[in-house]
């Protein structure tokens, strides 16, 4: 830690018309300038002193829990839950989540008190165009094009059936069949997989872009009229917007009402649709919330009383009150619009159609695994864990089709067990057996709470016992980029490295980077890492404190110039800067330095020839400010 010295290019000058402050005379190596005033020194007492005092550190936090069982100055970082999931850029401020983290790819942090490879993806068809998922009486339902495809399980599609003649912009399932509105604004419809389609609605509705069957209504989205369908050519008209190009996009069944998200340019809303009192139909639509100015609504869903708005920001959670308005949370933030949602269990799963693979390898990386572009995928919510709010679910990025370019993510769902996506122009896939082939995690900036300088001592982890398999360590200190410091062949017979030696590297701040790949020679398998944590002491700074005995009188010599002062100002001086903590100036010896004044001592020798005051030797203790 460097002093804050300053040489002047000229000697200090003294004062002169009883100001004290600098101005043509100089001033020899027996005065000093506090605060700017020119002081005598008493040279005759021997009392008059510099020495070196240690700048001490400690960490500014109110958390102790890593300061305990540690040798006095070692202090520790820790990390052993990552079930916040992602989102978090540091690691040790006061409000930070212990287990959140920054980002992660191929990673499953939801167990507790671990981190896992999540299961890579297989394709279970090829397609072009949008893709739209349904289930439907225990099938999986593709929809691609005009053609519906119906597969029992992941290795048996039983049968293909054309769902009219036209390709297919959007569907509806209503339980009984399978609902599609094509490009022509004709409804179709298939009970089963026998088919064949027949038509629901009479007349086309051109222009249409939106179906949706909510709390037994078939609602449709022509133009800016939202329309209620019935059978044959019959419809009503629930509400029409007064804005000719407001186009309605989504809807789903909430608690109390139906919520249809639509909008223009760049205004979106949602509005809410409640259903009559006697049961015959649909009140008009009211606004439930609007969308943030320039944010893009393109999906609404609901699940376990919540609703979850996908935009071309992200994803919002929102809460419905008693009215059934709504109340919306913060974005959790994707590169690309949200156009899925899957909610299954205490997770939410959300489209990514562009999901960053963000690893840049290191020197000679044998785990250097990973995809070279982003990748189509999904995100995960937990809504059983809230990170900064009611609303902030804690997320992360989940399962993602590897050897895929990024493309809008159109479909989700959950069929057997296992999460299915459909990814526009590419294909269908679902989760596998296998895990992926690696994974890597970022912690989050540390810096033990304090910026000054640490050095590092050593640094360890911990996994649960499996098979062998490859786990990396990187760090990134201060604005360096990620190296590789521990490379370990995770054994199935241990729990934990050695401490691995940093030498005592000196930083300010540091970042983690935990790269792992699966098991070698078991594709279900690969390392559960339990543990991490980091050790350092604090580089100790050298500052300066003086004693300075400095002459009071009501006449003192500046450089051969007599000067008339006040002794009870003089002193009264002295003393507010000590009590009220001012960082000043203390010059000497062509040298400046920023000092607190701690402590002083006032030996009063003989009245003033005033009366008023004393005169005598003000020892006061200055420490420097570093």
């Known amino acids: 830690m460097a002093e804050i010295t300053v040489s002047f290019d000229e000697p200090f000058y003294g004062g002169d018309s009883g100001t004290g402050t600098f101005s043509s005379a100089n001033i020899d190596g027996s005065m000093v300038a506090i605060n700017g005033r020119v002081y005598p020194i008493d040279t005759a007492s021997n009392r008059y002193n510099q020495r070196a005092i240690d700048v001490l550190q400690q960490r500014n936090t109110a958390d102790n829990r890593d300061l305990l069982l540690l040798p006095q100055n070692i202090w520790r970082q820790q990390t052993s839950g990552w079930h916040y999931g992602a989102g978090q850029s540091n690691l040790d401020r006061d409000d930070a989540i212990q287990s959140r983290y920054e980002d992660s790819f191929g990673i499953d942090p939801w167990t507790k008190w671990q981190i896992s490879l999540l299961p890579e993806t297989v394709e279970l068809q090829e397609t072009t165009g949008s893709t739209f998922l349904t289930l439907h009486n225990g099938y999986l339902v593709v929809v691609n094009g005009n053609m519906t495809y119906w597969w029992e399980d992941f290795g048996t ?51 249409a872009n939106m179906i949706a069957w909510e709390k037994d209504y078939f609602l449709c989205g022509h133009a800016n009229v939202l329309k209620w369908i019935k059978t044959g050519n019959s419809s009503d008209t629930i509400y029409t917007h007064p804005d000719p190009e407001f186009r309605w996009q989504s809807a789903c069944a909430g608690p109390q009402s139906i919520y249809v998200l639509g909008g223009y340019g760049d205004q979106y809303v949602v509005h809410k649709v409640t259903i009559k009192d006697d049961g015959t139909g ?73 999901m960053d693979p963000g690893y840049v390898p290191v020197n000679s990386d044998q785990s250097d695994v990973f995809p070279t572009s982003p990748v189509p995928g999904l995100g995960r919510m937990d809504l059983t864990t809230f990170t900064t709010g009611a609303l902030a679910p804690a997320y992360a990025n989940d399962i993602a089709a590897w050897g895929e370019a990024a493309a809008p993510v159109t479909g989700v769902t959950t069929w057997l067990g296992k999460r299915v996506f459909a990814v526009s122009g590419a294909g269908v896939f679902y989760e596998g057996v296998d895990k992926c082939l690696g994974g890597w995690l970022t912690q989050g900036t540390m810096s033990f709470s304090v910026e000054d300088l640490k050095a590092a001592l050593y640094m360890q982890v911990k996994w649960r016992p499996g098979c062998a398999s490859r786990l990396n360590l990187d760090l990134a200190y201060d604005s360096s980029a990620y190296a590789r410091f521990a490379r370990i062949d995770v054994s199935p017979d241990s729990i934990r490295s050695d401490n691995i030696n940093l030498y005592g590297t000196k930083f300010s701040r540091v970042n983690l ?85 701690r402590d002083f001592l006032w030996q009063p020798e003989r009245l003033s020839t005033t009366g008023n005051g004393w005169q005598g030797t003000f020892l006061i203790v200055l420490e420097e400010v570093v």
């Not at 943030?292 to 393109?298: A, L, S």
């Not at 269990?345 to 562009?354: D, K, L």
Request: hydrophobic share 40%; aromatic share 8%.
């Open 282 to 354: 649909l009140n008009p639509a009211i606004v439930a919330v609007r969308l943030p100015e320039g944010e893009i609504g393109y999906k609404i869903e609901a699940y376990l009383g919540y609703v979850f708005i996908g935009t071309d920001k992200g994803v919002r959670m929102a809460q419905p009150d008693a009215n059934g308005d709504l109340t919306l949370g913060p974005i959790i933030p994707t590169a690309e619009p949200v156009q899925a949602f899957e909610g299954q269990g205490q997770f939410v799963w959300y489209g990514i159609s562009s």
């Open 513 to 597: 980077r935990i790269v792992m790949t699966r098991c070698p020679t078991d594709n279900t398998k690969g390392p559960i890492p339990s543990r991490w944590e980091l050790r350092a002491f604090p580089v100790k700074g050298r500052a300066s404190r003086w004693e300075v005995p400095v002459l009071i009188a009501d006449e003192v010599d500046i450089n051969g110039m007599m000067e008339v002062r006040n002794p009870l100002t003089d002193k009264n001086s002295l003393v507010s800067l000590i009590q009220n903590g001012t960082v000043f100036q203390y010059q000497e010896s062509g040298q400046a330095y920023q000092v607190l004044a």
């Open 157 to 207: 599609m039983s049968a293909s059936v054309a769902l009219g003649p036209d390709p297919i912009i959007d569907i509806a399932d209503r339980g009984a069949t399978v609902l599609g509105l094509n490009d022509q604004g004709y409804i179709y419809e298939l009970t089963d997989s026998a088919g064949p389609a027949a038509q629901y609605y009479n007349s086309a509705l051109t222009g």
